[in-house]
């Protein structure tokens, strides 16, 4: 089975500071792919990065990067140069195949708050 | 309409009521998903649908429907609800289940169950 961690129920970070959201894993997976999404007041959620198990380099997306520590079994997100409109729900998930194909499993997330 | 779409995006009703939630993808994929979404809880995958055939049932209540009409159209038809069923509803759509990983996702329908 695969669990992903989210310790850090909420966080607060200043406008245009970064911020390191946490989350671990556990699988028993040899392939596996890691996501983060970003969950807006209104509800939609918003797909910002994918790091793939096999994947040497972190993965980027503009201000986003994944920290992929694969023997500590983290994929921490980073969001740089943090804007108002970061705040939201952030979740971080991780795809396995089962017997019905390929499913992700959600952490339970981190309210991130940016302030002036 | 472009991405994944959900109607209505707001309901309430009482225990003895039928409903149905719908979602509509526009993005050509294959499979489709429903989600349950409750405060402080990590989302809870409910339902699979690949090529309109249901690949997972996530030992959801009876009292939850799911129909898959073809690719593009999922819905969720609701009746004796509980309270406990109040939560956020997301409707995902991917390529298919085998090959493509990342999930698009609707914009949710706010349920509560009186």
């Known amino acids: 089975a695969q669990k992903i961690t989210q310790t850090q129920p909420g966080m607060f970070v200043q406008e245009k500071e970064a911020v390191t959201l946490d989350c671990t894993y556990d699988?028993?997976?040899?392939?596996?792919?890691l996501f983060w999404y970003k969950q807006p007041s209104s509800g939609e959620m918003i797909f910002l990065i994918y790091q793939g198990s096999y994947d040497e380099q972190n993965a980027t997306e503009g201000r986003y990067s994944l920290n992929f520590q694969k023997a500590r079994k983290s994929a921490n997100l980073v969001i740089s140069a943090s804007q108002l409109g970061d705040s939201a729900m952030y979740f971080c998930?991780?795809?396995?195949?089962?017997?019905?194909?390929?499913?992700?499993?959600f952490g339970t997330g981190t309210q991130l708050k940016v302030e002036l | 309409e472009t991405g994944v779409t959900q109607t209505p995006r707001h309901l309430v009703m009482g225990m003895t009521n039928k409903k149905s939630l719908k979602c509509e993808q526009h993005l050509g994929h294959n499979a489709m998903y429903w989600y349950k979404q409750s405060a402080k809880k990590p989302l809870e995958l409910m339902f699979v649908y690949n090529f309109k055939e249901q690949t997972e049932n996530n030992s959801v209540p009876s009292r939850f429907s799911p129909e898959c009409p073809n690719s593009s159209h999922l819905f969720l038809h609701l009746h004796t609800l509980q309270p406990e069923d109040s939560a956020l509803y997301l409707c995902a759509s991917s390529q298919d289940t085998l090959g493509s990983i990342e999930q698009f996702f609707g914009p949710g329908t706010r349920l509560t169950v009186l």
């Open positions: 998930a991780m795809s396995g195949f089962t017997g019905g194909g390929n499913k992700l499993t």
């Open positions: 699988t028993s997976d040899q392939s596996y792919g």
